[in-house]
Nanobody
Framework: QVQLVESGGGLVQAGGSLRLSCAASGLPFSAYRLAWFRQAPGKEREFVATISWSSGNTVVADSVKGRFTLSRDNDKNTVYLQMNSLKPEDTAVYYC?????????????????WGQGTQVTVSS
């Protein structure tokens, strides 16, 4: 049973930083991919970033490239999303998602495990 638990959300002023965490359990770590998505009110859930658990290779959405960084801690079974230079348009519920390695990186439909989400609010 895969379980993903997000934490680290909160309220921050524009230009500030937050670090989100996704604690994972029950994963076949050797061939798995974890990702972050976000969903703002009235909008579809969108891809933010993804990391291969085995290789550590990351892919980041153009909308956050240069501001958001994805990393993992194998010992803690945790993935981190470091968010810098936050903007009001980054306000959303951020979700951690997981799937077995394979085709598809950016689509919500290919991920079969999801966390409960954590709210990030950026004030102007």
């Amino acid at each position: 049973q895969v379980q993903l638990v997000e934490s680290g959300g909160g309220l921050v002023q524009a230009g500030g930083s937050l670090r989100l965490s996704c604690a994972a359990s029950g994963l076949p770590f050797s061939a798995y991919r974890l990702a972050w998505f976000r969903q703002a009110p009235g909008k579809e859930r969108e891809f933010v970033a993804t990391i291969s658990w085995s290789s550590g290779n990351t892919v980041v959405a153009d909308s956050v490239k240069g501001r958001f960084t994805l990393s993992r801690d194998n010992d803690k079974n945790t993935v981190y999303l470091q968010m810098n230079s936050l903007k009001p348009e980054d306000t959303a519920v951020y979700y951690c998602a997981g799937k077995p390695s394979g085709v598809g990186l950016r689509s919500t439909g290919v991920y079969d495990s999801w966390g409960q989400g954590t709210q990030v609010t950026v004030s102007s």
